[in-house]
């Protein structure tokens, strides 16, 4: 079983940055396709980023330029560094991780999720 725990949420103003780390104690992330997701109050879950296991990255069209996924394998930790942060990017985020060779930037085809961190982003 796979366990994701987040962390790194908070209060910030918009233009300020805020780094998001995703970690789990169970079986390693390396092999997992791991990716970020947010869900806004009365908002549907948006897909965020991705990392594949070969630590290639895919954006939202929203979060690019601004946003930078990786992953340190030695750690276990997938990180989200968010930069110029922007009212409309509040939210709850989870990462979620997808094994067995998918590709996919769904959030049906991940496999496990985490509980999420709030970003709250002050105007």
């Known amino acids: 079983q796979v366990q994701l725990v987040e962390s790194g949420g908070g209060v910030v103003q918009a233009g300020d940055s805020l780094r998001l780390s995703c970690t789990t104690s169970g079986p390693t992330l390396s092999s997992a396709g791991v990716g970020w997701f947010r869900q806004a109050p009365g908002k549907e879950r948006e897909f965020v980023a991705r990392i594949s296991p070969a630590h290639y990255t895919y954006y939202a069209d929203s979060v690019k330029g601004r946003f930078t996924i990786s992953r340190d394998n030695a750690k276990n930790t997938v990180y989200l560094q968010m930069s110029s942060l922007k009212p409309e990017d509040a939210a709850l985020y989870f990462c979620?991780?997808?094994?067995?060779?998918?590709?996919?930037?769904?959030?049906?085809?991940?496999?496990?999720w985490g509980q999420g961190t709030q970003v709250t982003v002050s105007s």
């Open positions: 979620a991780a997808q094994y067995w060779g998918r590709q996919s930037n769904e959030a049906r085809d991940f496999d496990y």
